[in-house]
C-alpha cells in the first residue's frame, strides 16, 4: 500500500469510526498529530468520557472497499488540511473531514452562492431560482444546492444554462436523492462537482440533511432562500449561514402563501438582504466571509479561557465543569470555553471523550448537547 493510500484509509477509519464527528477528528488530530496515533488512543479516550463497552474503529478491509467503490465512479477524497480541500468550507469549526467527489475538485475553491429553498415550490418559485441562478451563474460565480426537489433542481438547472454547479447530497455518491434526480446529478457530475460526505451506500435520512446543508452554505459566501416555510430545512441553512458569518438573502413572496412565510420572516425581522435579481446579490456578496482571513482554520475562542499547560494535568476538573454546564439543549461550544474558564484545547479534549462515550452530541454550527440517554451522577 502507498503511503498516500495508507494515510487515507487511517483518516476514513477514524472518521467512520462510530461517535467520531467533525469536531472530535479535528480535536484528536491536533492533540495527537496523525490518524493512526489518535486511532490507538481511542478505546483509552471512550472510557475517559465515562463508555463501559469498548469503542472498535472502522475496520481496514471496509474502508479499502469503500475507497475501491469510490474510484470505480470517476470519484476522489478531499482530506481537510490539505490544498484541494475547499479553502472557505476548512474555515469551519464543523467542516467535513472527509469529502468524497465526483467531476472537478477545483470549482470548490471558486467565489461560489448557495440558492435553497422549497421542496414543493411554486411555478413562479422555480421560475426565479432559474432565472437568478442563470445569471449569477453568468456573473462568474459559482451556484451551490443540495439536488432537492423543487427550488434546488430548478437552482442547478439555471446554473447549467451558463456554466457549471455544484450538488452537495446527503447520501453517498451513489445513492442519488431524490431518484428522479440521479439523472441529474450525473450531469452535475460532468459538467460540475457533486459532493457528499456519507460514505458509499448511504441512503439519506432526516438526521443526514442538516449535515449536507451545512455543506452549501459552508462552500458559499453567500445563501439566496427561495420560498421556504417556517421550521423548514431551507430556514436551517439560513441559521448557519448567520452562524458561519455568510451573507444572508431571501427572495420575498405572496403573504398569501404559506410557503414564504419563512423567507418573508427573514426580511421582516432584517436578517437576509431582500433579492429581486441577480444584482441585489452581487452588491452585497463580499470577496471573503466577515472575520475570516484567505487561509488556514477558524478556531472557535481561540482567546478565550486560561491556556495554562496544567489544564491538561486536570482533565477530570473540566469534565465535571462541562457535564454541569450541559444540557439537551444544543449549547455553542464558545459559550462553555467562555463559562468554564479552561483553555480551549481542554474543552475540546473533554467534548471528544464525551462524544466517543457516545453522552453528548456535536450538531452544526459548532454547538453540543447531552443525548437523551446519557445522564449520570458526577
Known amino acids: 500500500m502507498s503511503p498516500d493510500r495508507a494515510a487515507l484509509v487511517a483518516t476514513l477509519r477514524l472518521v467512520r469510526t462510530e461517535r467520531v464527528g467533525p469536531a472530535s477528528f479535528r480535536t484528536l488530530l491536533r492533540r495527537f498529530g496523525t490518524a493512526d496515533a489518535a486511532l490507538d488512543a481511542l478505546p483509552g479516550l471512550a472510557r475517559a468520557g465515562g463508555r463501559e463497552g469498548g469503542l472498535v474503529p472502522a475496520r481496514t478491509a471496509t474502508i479499502e472497499a469503500e475507497i475501491d467503490g469510490v474510484e470505480r465512479l470517476g470519484g476522489r477524497y478531499l482530506v481537510l488540511g490539505t490544498p484541494d480541500y475547499p479553502p472557505l468550507l476548512a474555515q469551519l469549526a464543523d467542516a467535513p473531514p472527509v469529502l468524497a467527489v465526483l467531476g472537478d475538485p477545483r470549482l470548490l475553491h471558486r467565489r461560489a452562492v448557495a440558492i435553497v429553498g422549497a421542496r414543493n415550490a411554486s411555478s413562479a418559485g422555480l421560475r426565479i431560482a432559474e432565472a437568478l441562478a442563470a445569471e449569477l451563474g453568468g456573473a462568474g460565480l459559482l451556484v451551490v444546492s443540495g439536488l432537492a426537489r423543487g427550488i434546488d433542481g430548478a437552482a442547478h438547472l439555471g446554473a447549467m444554462h451558463v456554466g457549471p454547479t455544484v450538488a452537495a447530497i446527503a447520501g453517498g455518491l451513489d445513492h442519488p436523492y431524490p431518484p428522479e434526480h440521479a439523472s441529474l446529478q450525473e450531469r452535475i457530475a460532468a459538467t460540475g462537482c457533486v459532493v457528499a460526505e456519507a460514505p458509499l451506500g448511504t441512503t439519506p435520512q432526516a438526521r443526514h440533511f442538516p449535515r449536507r446543508n451545512r455543506i452549501i452554505v459552508g462552500l458559499s459566501l453567500g445563501c439566496v432562500v427561495v420560498e421556504a416555510a417556517p421550521k423548514s430545512g431551507s430556514l436551517i441553512s439560513a441559521g448557519l449561514a448567520l452562524d458561519y458569518g455568510r451573507e444572508l438573502f431571501a427572495v420575498p413572496g405572496s403573504p398569501l402563501d404559506p410557503r414564504s412565510r419563512g423567507s418573508n ?34 478556531e472557535p475562542g481561540s482567546g ?34 467562555r463559562r468554564c474558564q479552561f483553555s480551549v484545547a481542554a474543552v475540546l479534549a473533554v467534548l471528544t471523550e464525551l462524544e466517543l462515550a457516545g453522552r453528548v452530541e456535536s450538531l452544526p454550527g459548532n454547538r453540543v448537547g447531552l443525548l437523551a440517554d446519557s445522564y449520570r451522577p458526577h
Open 265 to 298: 420572516d427573514l426580511l421582516r425581522q432584517r436578517h437576509a438582504h431582500l433579492v429581486e435579481n441577480a444584482d441585489d446579490v452581487l452588491r452585497e456578496l463580499p470577496e471573503l466571509p466577515a472575520g475570516l482571513g484567505p487561509t488556514g482554520f477558524a
Open 304 to 337: 478565550w479561557g486560561s491556556d495554562a499547560p496544567e489544564d491538561w494535568q486536570q482533565l477530570g476538573s473540566v469534565r465535571a465543569t462541562l457535564l454541569r454546564l450541559l444540557s439537551h439543549t444544543p449549547t455553542p461550544v464558545d459559550d462553555l470555553v
